[in-house]
T-cell receptor, first 113, second 113 residues
Framework: SQQGEEDPQALSIQEGENATMNCSYK?????LQWYRQNSGRGLVHLIL?????REKHSGRLRVTLDTSKKSSSLLITASRAADTASYFC?????????????FGGGTRLMVKP | DVKVTQSSRYLVKRTGEKVFLECVQD?????MFWYRQDPGLGLRLIYF???????EKGDIPEGYSVSREKKERFSLILESASTNQTSMYLC????????????FGDGTRLSIL
């Protein structure tokens, strides 16, 4: 498995602003997934983008994938205080022995009301 | 919806005790995982299982063991708890079809005194 590196490590914005988080990885992937973790809770799956997709939307979430740069971004539009959480990316390589995902340190997002 | 249930949200134990953390999933998933999460270190994989009675070491298996006697249940065992095992423990499950998300429990915050 391989680990994604999220950037920035922390982000603080005002309610209503957009939040952009980035993820970089090293080897070819089958898909890349984004997860959210509220404080003291487990991770919740947000969105999966396949290697042959460039952009995907889900409500206020927009994910892009650039396989040539080995990077992905998660955009949250019109942020709300409830979006305050840590966000993790998980790139899934081809031939993922063990079928496991590896997670980095995440991006801590704070949305101020 | 997939549900992954961890037996305790909070647990306090003493040094040297044998500690059992239980995890149950209701989606007939083949793969189950145990992670620990510490500030600044992200999620680290302890053990995983891809079938009943099968187990594989993750990145940090020392001091832990696991048991998978039934497909829906994956137990993490701290043979002799130590203070450096104070952490947040997260269980997850995943099906084997391509492009599946990983589903997490709510976590167990374990304190070893």
């Amino acid at each position: 498995s391989q680990q994604g590196e999220e950037d920035p490590q922390a982000l603080s914005i005002q309610e209503g602003e957009n939040a952009t988080m980035n993820c970089s990885y090293k080897t070819s992937i089958n898909n890349l997934q984004w997860y959210r973790q509220n404080s003291g809770r487990g991770l919740v799956h947000l969105i999966l983008i396949r290697s042959n997709e460039r952009e995907k939307h889900s409500g206020r979430l927009r994910v892009t994938l650039d396989t040539s740069k080995k990077s992905s971004s998660l955009l949250i539009t019109a942020s709300r205080a409830a979006d305050t959480a840590s966000y993790f990316c998980a790139p899934e390589p081809f031939n993922n022995a063990g079928n496991m995902l590896t997670f980095g340190g995440g991006t801590r997002l704070m949305v101020k009301p | 919806d997939v549900k992954v249930t961890q037996s305790s949200r909070y647990l306090v134990k003493r040094t040297g005790e044998k500690v059992f953390l239980e995890c149950v999933q209701d989606m007939d998933h083949e793969n189950m995982f145990w992670y620990r999460q510490d500030p600044g270190l992200g999620l680290r994989l302890i053990y995983f299982s891809y079938d009943v009675k099968m187990k594989e070491k993750g990145d940090i298996p020392e001091g832990y063991s696991v048991s998978r006697e039934k497909k829906e249940r994956f137990s993490l065992i701290l043979e002799s708890a130590s203070t450096n095992q104070t952490s947040m423990y997260l269980c997850a499950s995943r099906g084997i079809r391509v492009n599946q998300p990983q589903h997490f429990g709510d976590g167990t915050r374990l304190s070893i005194l």
